[in-house]
């Protein structure tokens, strides 16, 4: 059988690589000498099992997957990392057998839900989505001291389990060791860490044989997970316990909103305003007055996503009325109060100060989708400081937004409803009604087999210069990663030689170089305003 890895970049396809050795008890063996397209044979008792061939970057091999996923009814166009693929015995077609991402960011903050634009665009095609994070990570100060450790909001990882549940497919979340974790952490978390159980899915994925018993194994060890991440919060503000299992049994969106609505210990959701950026007196009181329905949270009360259940719908439609002019609002609000169902609010700032965009923000209209499925509704309110050109757009014509913004995209695909209010619209507060086109193909995504297009570039060199270095680490050549220095998540990692010692730098200020009698300072990270800057010491460039 020949497999590819299609990865965002060599060290995906690589990464991916080796979770299928892994799975499989097997020996990666060089089969090619090509360092653009490299080959690999997957061995057992020095007999291939499988020809690997690992094609990094995307949208360069004659192959888009955004385009070939829209095919299939993908609701947005989120490429992941790395996607195994099995070519056919003619070589002509490739079919998609899974997707996997690869975070090492700390999943905490608003970082927790930046990737989940991807899990659902491969979720309501059917397509298996893999999620591998780490958790245990800390967060530096700006003398790269340990703040704390830090740790996502429970409802994130959740909302994979859910999605899985509803859609009657594999996306799951499997959680390693930072670098960094403590012993104590280790400890508590080490059985939820769920690599070992994933390489039994991956195998069963690509030999296409029943994953049942393995995927209960992981959605057991991600409610695990959820479970100490909410009892571990200081205040009770999420679900707990075995409100976690009794939601997760729920299939339909609107049965979860009756359950949450009926619950005993239903949650009131609070929304802190934000001084970062600039907002209009209407969106001030929009939020103000909405908090006074006291609307319920979905199980997190942090998060910017609320329940408008049965009772409150037509208020709430009321007060849009009262606060926009009936020309901008009416036809929206008429339609949400006609209805007076339950209606999920997500609340999405979407840009900086600046005007730029806010990354981590278009996974929040994912989040709350893969939280309650596609039979509930959604109104998205973006309120941040976008520029006028993006305003204007909107207001002429909502779908063009679609087709160059990852944000747009991801509200105005997942929503059924979307109201903007910012402070540099010149058109005031504008709204789109969304006709959502909910046709799945959930059939094998099948396409063209990948070929080179004969253009070279950035990708090609980056996989011939790492091809070459890594195939001579026996010549002690090291291949450090760096995340260029910059911020609470940089770093860059070494091994010692003579010790084999691999250090993470996440927390080191210095890095040593223990050849010589006295230590030497190979790199230094220098503080300046938070920033930080790598230097080479010169004097021991000739040295290396």
Same mark, same amino acid.
């Given at each position: 059988?020949?497999?590819?890895?299609?990865g965002?970049?060599?060290?995906?396809c690589?990464?991916?690589?080796?979770?299928?050795?892994?799975?499989?008890?097997?020996?990666?063996?060089?089969?090619?000498k090509?360092?653009?397209?490299p080959?690999?044979?997957?061995?057992?008792?020095?007999?291939?099992i499988?020809?690997?061939?690992?094609?990094?970057?995307?949208?360069?091999?004659?192959?888009?997957?955004?385009?070939?996923?829209t095919?299939?009814?993908?609701?947005?166009?989120?490429?992941?990392?790395?996607?195994?693929?099995?070519?056919?015995?003619?070589?002509?077609?490739?079919?998609?057998?899974?997707?996997?991402?690869?975070?090492?960011?700390?999943?905490?903050?608003?970082?927790?839900?930046?990737?989940?634009?991807?899990?659902?665009?491969?979720?309501?095609?059917?397509?298996?989505y893999?999620?591998?994070?780490?958790?245990?990570?800390?967060?530096?100060?700006?003398?790269?001291?340990?703040?704390?450790?830090?740790?996502?909001?429970?409802?994130?990882?959740?909302?994979?389990?859910?999605?899985?549940?509803?859609?009657?497919?594999?996306?799951?979340?499997?959680?390693?060791?930072?670098?960094?974790?403590?012993?104590?952490?280790?400890?508590?978390?080490?059985?939820?860490?769920?690599?070992e159980?994933? !390489? *039994? =899915?991956l195998?069963?994925?690509?030999?296409?044989?029943? %994953?049942?018993? $393995?995927?209960n194994?992981? +959605?057991? #060890?991600?409610?695990?997970?959820?479970?100490?991440?909410?009892?571990?919060?200081?205040?009770?503000?999420?679900?707990?316990?075995?409100?976690?299992e009794?939601?997760?049994?729920?299939?339909?969106?609107?049965?979860?909103a009756?359950?949450?609505?009926?619950?005993p210990?239903?949650?009131?959701?609070?929304?802190?305003?934000?001084?970062?950026?600039?907002?209009?007196?209407?969106?001030?009181?929009?939020?103000?007055?909405?908090?006074? !329905? *006291? =609307?319920?949270?979905?199980?997190?009360?942090?998060?910017? %996503?609320?329940? $408008?259940?049965?009772?409150? +719908?037509? #208020?709430?439609?009321?007060?849009?009325?009262?606060?926009?002019?009936a020309?901008?609002?009416?036809?929206?609000?008429?339609?949400?109060?006609?209805?007076n169902?339950?209606?999920?609010v997500?609340?999405?700032?979407?840009?900086?100060?600046?005007?730029?965009?806010?990354?981590?923000?278009?996974?929040?209209?994912?989040?709350?989708?893969?939280?309650?499925g596609?039979?509930?509704?959604?109104?998205?309110?973006?309120?941040?400081?976008?520029?006028?050109?993006?305003?204007?757009?909107?207001?002429?014509?909502?779908?063009r937004? $679609?087709?160059?913004?990852g944000?747009?995209q991801?509200?105005?695909n997942?929503?059924?409803?979307?109201?903007?209010?910012?402070a540099?619209?010149?058109?005031?507060?504008?709204?789109?009604?969304?006709?959502r086109n909910?046709?799945?193909?959930?059939?094998?995504?099948?396409?063209?087999?990948?070929?080179?297009s004969?253009?070279?570039?950035?990708?090609?060199?980056?996989?011939?210069?790492?091809?070459?270095?890594?195939?001579?680490?026996s010549?002690?050549?090291?291949?450090?990663?760096?995340?260029?220095?910059?911020?609470?998540?940089?770093?860059?990692?070494?091994?010692?030689?003579?010790?084999?010692?691999?250090?993470?730098?996440?927390?080191?200020?210095?890095?040593?170089?223990?050849?010589?009698?006295?230590?030497?300072?190979?790199?230094?990270?220098?503080?300046?305003?938070?920033?930080?800057?790598l230097?080479?010491?010169?004097?021991?460039?000739?040295?290396?």
């Amino acid at each position: 059988m020949k497999l590819r890895i299609h990865g965002d970049n060599i060290i995906e396809c690589e990464r991916a690589l080796s979770l299928i050795a892994l799975a499989y008890n097997g020996k990666v063996v060089a089969k090619s000498k090509n360092i653009i397209v490299p080959s690999y044979s997957i061995q057992t008792k020095d007999k291939e099992i499988f020809e690997v061939e690992l094609l990094g970057g995307h949208d360069r091999w004659n192959v888009n997957f955004n385009t070939e996923l829209t095919k299939y009814g993908a609701p947005l166009r989120e490429a992941t990392d790395a996607y195994i693929t099995k070519v056919s015995k003619d070589g002509k077609t490739e079919e998609l057998l899974l997707a996997i991402e690869f975070c090492n960011a700390l999943p905490a903050g608003n970082n927790a839900w930046q990737r989940n634009g991807r899990a659902v665009t491969c979720a309501e095609i059917g397509i298996p989505y893999f999620y591998f994070a780490e958790i245990g990570g800390v967060e530096l100060d700006g003398d790269r001291k340990v703040k704390a450790s830090r740790f996502p909001n429970p409802i994130v990882p959740f909302s994979y389990l859910t999605s899985s549940k509803s859609l009657n497919v594999v996306c799951i979340p499997i959680y390693e060791a930072h670098p960094a974790i403590t012993n104590e952490l280790r400890k508590k978390f080490t059985h939820i860490f769920g690599k070992e159980a994933s !390489l *039994n =899915l991956l195998k069963s994925i690509i030999e296409q044989s029943q %994953i049942n018993d $393995v995927m209960n194994v992981l +959605i057991e #060890k991600g409610t695990t997970l959820v479970k100490i991440l909410s009892n571990d919060r200081k205040r009770v503000d999420t679900f707990r316990a075995l409100e976690w299992e009794e939601f997760l049994k729920i299939s339909s969106g609107q049965k979860k909103a009756e359950w949450i609505k009926n619950h005993p210990n239903k949650q009131i959701w609070r929304k802190k305003s934000s001084d970062k950026v600039n907002v209009t007196k209407t969106f001030k009181t929009l939020l103000t007055k909405t908090q006074e !329905l *006291n =609307l319920l949270s979905i199980g997190a009360k942090e998060i910017p %996503i609320c329940l $408008v259940a049965n009772g409150n +719908i037509k #208020k709430f439609a009321s007060l849009l009325k009262e606060i926009y002019p009936a020309d901008k609002i009416k036809t929206l609000a008429d339609k949400i109060e006609t209805k007076n169902k339950p209606l999920i609010v997500v609340w999405v700032t979407g840009f900086k100060p600046r005007g730029d965009d806010s990354r981590p923000d278009r996974g929040l209209t994912p989040l709350a989708r893969m939280l309650f499925g596609n039979d509930i509704d959604i109104l998205t309110i973006v309120f941040g400081p976008a520029g006028k050109q993006t305003w204007k757009t909107f207001n002429e014509n909502p779908e063009r937004l $679609v087709t160059s913004n990852g944000l747009w995209q991801a509200v105005l695909n997942l929503s059924n409803y979307v109201l903007a209010d910012s402070a540099t619209s010149e058109f005031g507060v504008l709204t789109s009604i969304v006709t959502r086109n909910l046709e799945r193909k959930n059939v094998k995504v099948i396409f063209n087999s990948a070929k080179p297009s004969g253009n070279y570039g950035e990708h090609d060199v980056d996989t011939a210069i790492h091809t070459l270095f890594s195939r001579q680490l026996s010549s002690n050549i090291f291949e450090s990663m760096c995340n260029p220095p910059g911020g609470d998540w940089s770093g860059i990692s070494i091994l010692i030689f003579r010790t084999k010692q691999n250090i993470v730098g996440l927390r080191c200020q210095e890095f040593l170089l223990p050849k010589q009698n006295a230590p030497t300072t190979l790199f230094k990270f220098t503080p300046r305003k938070k920033k930080f800057f790598l230097s080479l010491n010169p004097k021991t460039t000739q040295k290396i």
